[in-house]
Structures are given as C-alpha cells and as structure tokens.
C-alpha cells in the first residue's frame, strides 16, 4: 500500500508537468523527490539511533547496579563503538547481552533501507514512464535532438549509484528471503495442561486482577473491554492496564479486536507482554478513517516495528478479528487471521512478566465509535 500511495503522489507531479514540457524541469522534480525520500531515510535512522543509546545507557545502568564487571566492559565498549560509527555492526556481538540488543535494532534498521530502496525504486519507474511518454511526443512533433537527450537521460537513470544501491538492497532482501523461508516449518500446539493457564475472556473479573496506567478507565460486558473513559491530551493516548504474570519458553500470544467507526475518526487497539529483559512485544491494530481510510496492523518491539500490513483502505467495522505473535525458541512469528505473515529471527528469549492492554484516541480526533477487546490470551507452547 506504501508504495502504491508514493506512485500515485508521484504521477500526480508528473502529470502536473505536462505543461511545462521541458527535460530541466522534469530532473529538478525527480531530483527533489530523490532527496526528500533520502533525507526522511536519514531522519528516521538518526532517530533510531537516538533510541539505540538510551537503551545502551539503561542497560549499562542496570549491569552497574547488578556489579557484573564482563557486562559492564562490554557495554561500554559498545558505546564507544557506536559513539564513533554510528552504525550497527556488520555482524551481531558474540556476547550476548549486546548481541540481542544488535539484533533487536537491526532489524528496524534494515526495515528503513529497504523503504528507502522501494521508493526510489518506484520513483524512477515513474520518471521513466514520465519521460518515455514525454520522448514519444517529442518525435511525433519532429523535436529529434530534444528526444535523443530525453532518450540518454532515460539510460543514465540505471547507472545512478542511488538507483543501484537501491537495487542492491531489494536483492539482497528477495535472497534473504528465499534462504530463510520455511525455517519455522510449524507451530506447535498448547500444552494440554497449561491451555487455560493465562487467558483473560473479560467476563465480569478480568478488570480486578489489572494495574491500571495512563489515566482513564475500562468498562467489561458481555464478554469484552472497551474504554469507559478517554484521557486529555496530545498524540495516542488512552487507558492501559496490565496483568502480571510469569512465563519462561516458549509461548502464544493472542488476542480478538473489534471496532466500528462512522468515519472521520482515529482509534489504535493494542496487546502486548513486557519480558525480564525490558523488551516488550506489541500486537497492534490502528484505524484512520480521516487520513487513509483504513487500518494498519503492525507487530513491534522496542527498536521498532518488525511486520506489518501497511495501511490497507478497509470496511468501517471488524469483529473478533484474530491477530497472535508466537515464540518459538528465538524466531518470533505473526499471524493474522490464523496465517502465517511473517517471521523474525533473533528474538529476546527471556522470561514473559506483564500482559497489557490498551485503547486509544489520537490527540483530540473523535475516537472510534466502538473499540473494543474480546479476549487475550498468553499459553505455553509444546514442543
């Protein structure tokens, strides 16, 4: 959907040039497009990596305060690593408690590059396009020498060194991707005597064993949560309650969302677990009917989002829609609706403490007319 809405917004501006028909003109806009999609890039790395040092410095804090010199050294070490590269390494640290933290962070990073890559890519495409129709009419109108310029400007689009690099990295995706498919061949079922361990159906009791966040209230009936009552402010913001709980391996993840809206408004769903480590898992759903018109579900963790369905143009209601992260050994695999979406390796593995909730409004947008939760659930998983 991302890269259809950037089209659009793209041949739209050519379109808008059709006037001028002149080849200066159609290079400045593609060369002002380029740049803005490599400056929003660099923005949003800066701005991870701003997130990568607070999460060195708490950790560094917390090895301080356990007295483990190793960890200790090996964190500092690392700041200074980051501190003069700014980037992640080539490979993940052997030690481990630097290495999860690499791989956690890489995996938004490589995110960005491979939107980045998309844009430009379809960018170019539409130049192209743009400057192929642009050729044509050049030669029906006997403008020969103008046409053969268009015509080398069009060539010397594939040597660009942004256009390869991006090239290059969509490569470098489409054979990660065939190396790693099939690596999580199935997901295994409950075990039978921990199938009703942690599984909240919201029938009345489940808001009394919650710690409640953010200000706000819930209200449960009839089998779901919904917000009784917003808080003020800017951005997301809404009720979160949390339920502590206590569970090592491997495990399930799931929830049922609901929502209904009358159009004009914005409502963002989410269940999540925070681990032992402070890592925390997050299942999303977020509704815009103002901007897009849709809903994008998104799988994240702290450096970022992992999967993602991209904003997809959507009906104004679904009901118990399904939605699970499962963690099996360091792969983490999405679900929705009961199919497999996507996987990522590398996860943290330490032990589950927290399940939460929360429903939210976006700054003063009208919430979603209805928004609600049917059930959570947390299993352990069989081998």
């Known amino acids: 959907m991302k890269r259809l809405i950037v089209i659009a917004c793209i041949v739209l501006i050519w379109a808008g040039l059709t006037s001028a028909k002149d080849l200066k003109t159609y290079r400045a806009t593609y060369e002002k497009k380029l740049d803005e999609i490599i400056l929003f890039h660099g923005m949003k790395m800066t701005e991870l990596g701003q997130q990568y040092t607070k999460s060195l410095d708490a950790l560094l804090a917390k090895v301080k305060k356990d007295g483990d010199l190793d960890k200790t050294l090996a964190v500092n070490n690392e700041i200074q690593r980051y501190n003069k590269e700014k980037a992640m390494p080539g490979k993940p640290s052997a030690i481990p408690v630097i290495g999860k933290m690499h791989a956690s962070y890489a995996r938004p990073a490589a995110f960005l590059e491979t939107d980045k890559a998309k844009k430009i890519i379809s960018l170019v495409s539409s130049y192209d396009k743009a400057l192929e129709q642009y050729q044509k009419e050049l030669v029906s109108s006997d403008e020969l020498n103008d046409a053969v310029a268009v015509q080398k400007e069009r060539k010397e689009l594939d040597s660009d060194q942004s256009v390869i690099a991006a090239r290059a990295t969509l490569l470098d995706d489409a054979k990660q991707s065939v190396e790693t498919r099939g690596q999580v061949k199935r997901i295994p079922k409950p075990t039978p005597a921990a199938e009703q361990k942690y ?71 989410a269940v999540g677990v925070r681990l032992e480590s402070g890592e925390v898992y997050t299942i999303a759903m977020q509704d815009d009917h103002v901007s897009i018109i849709g809903h994008n579900i998104t799988f994240s963790c702290n450096a970022g989002i992992m999967w993602a369905t991209g904003r997809k143009p959507s009906k104004k209601r679904f009901s118990k829609y399904p939605l699970m992260i499962h963690r099996h050994g360091d792969i983490l695999t999405f679900l929705v609706k009961g199919v497999r979406k996507g996987s990522h390796k590398d996860c943290d593995t330490s032990k589950v403490e927290e399940v939460f909730f929360t429903i939210q409004q976006y700054s003063s947008y009208p919430a979603l007319t209805e928004a609600s939760i049917n059930e959570i659930y947390l299993l352990p998983m069989g081998k």
Request: proline fraction near 3%.
């Open 199 to 269: 599984k909240w159906s919201f029938d009345g009791l489940t808001l009394n064993a919650c710690e409640m966040e953010d200000g706000g209230s819930f209200l449960e009936s009839k089998g779901k949560v919904a917000v009784k009552a917003y808080t003020l402010g800017k951005g997301w913001h809404g009720p979160k309650a949390s339920i502590p709980v206590s569970l090592e391996g491997d495990f399930q993840l799931g929830t049922k969302l609901n929502y209904r809206t009358r159009g004009r408004e914005i409502g963002r769903l």
